[in-house]
């Protein structure tokens, strides 16, 4: 067997999108639409619990908002929200406001050099990873991944393994010879349900997360001169950011 592929999550593991992205483009979208739902960064951690954004805003009033009378056209309402927010992050994304985390274009550059395939297995919205992509890397990045399989592509978002399932299925590759990047428990659960060995990245919001069953848990990939933190008990041989080399060494360790 031979590492062919790297599959990526993308909010949280390629950028931190969360808490100064998502957040901020949910509350502006309830604000316009005169509504008085506003989720702060604590409370955003606990939604974070449920992802994909629609399924998030239902979570929300079903456990936090016993108070909030739905009227009949509920689910329509909760699709034109997700329209709004969606433009609304995008183009704060578009303002160049979300860089990529520490390591990841160094990461993806010496993959694309090596000839590694890429792909993208993500909960968030298609539109959410195209401007992520264009304005954090380059204006033709999305070519940079094989296969970028995304939002209600599939019936059961993560902690599903369906969307893993999806891009292993579209790039005709086998889970072990891939592995899979992700920061947070939902992630894990979904990469390790479709066989995947899987790389951790955490970040503010899921560092406390259970990671059972990581090829290793790390603070960040971290840099040449910006060492990562080992969160697991992981042989490294020394290195201190992660790199192809590094990735090859646990992929051959993986279980
Ligand atoms: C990402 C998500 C997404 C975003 C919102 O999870 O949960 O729902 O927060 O995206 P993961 P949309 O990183 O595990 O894929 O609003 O576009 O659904
Ligand atoms: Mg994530």
Redesign the pocket.
């Known amino acids: 067997m031979s590492l062919e592929s790297l599959i990526f999550?993308?909010?949280?593991?390629l950028a931190d999108?969360?808490k100064d992205g998502?957040r901020v483009?949910?509350n502006a979208a309830f604000s316009a639409a005169g509504l008085d739902w506003h989720w702060d960064e604590v409370l955003y951690g606990k939604l974070?619990m449920?992802?994909?954004?629609?399924?998030?805003m239902k979570y929300y009033i079903d456990e936090f908002r016993p108070d909030y009378q739905k009227t009949a056209d509920f689910g329509e309402m909760v699709v034109q929200l997700?329209a709004s927010?969606?433009r609304y992050?995008t183009d704060l994304l578009d303002q160049g406001r979300i860089p990529l985390r520490p390591g990841v274009l160094r990461l993806l550059q010496e993959a694309r050099a090596a000839g590694l395939r890429l792909a993208i297995?993500?909960?968030?919205?298609p539109?959410?990873v195209s401007a992520l992509l264009r304005n954090a890397i380059a204006p033709e990045a999305e070519s940079w991944f094989e296969v970028i399989g995304a939002?209600d592509v599939v019936a059961a978002?993560?902690p599903a393994a369906d969307?893993y399932d999806y891009v292993l299925k579209q790039m005709a590759i086998q889970p072990a010879n891939c592995l899979a990047f992700?920061?947070?428990e939902?992630?894990i659960k979904?990469s390790l349900g479709a066989g995947l060995a899987t790389v951790i990245t955490v970040n503010g919001y899921t560092k406390d997360h259970d990671f059972d069953g990581a090829a290793i848990v790390l603070d960040q990939m971290g840099e040449p001169g910006q060492p990562f933190s080992m969160l697991s008990k992981t042989t490294v041989n020394g290195a201190n950011y992660l790199d192809l080399s590094l990735l090859q060494h646990l992929y051959q360790g993986r279980s």
């Open positions: 999550d993308v909010d949280g593991t999108t969360e998502h483009a949910f974070l449920v992802t994909g954004g629609k399924e998030r997700h927010k969606t992050y297995a993500t909960t968030t919205t539109a959410n939002g978002k993560k969307i992700e920061d947070s939902n992630g979904s």
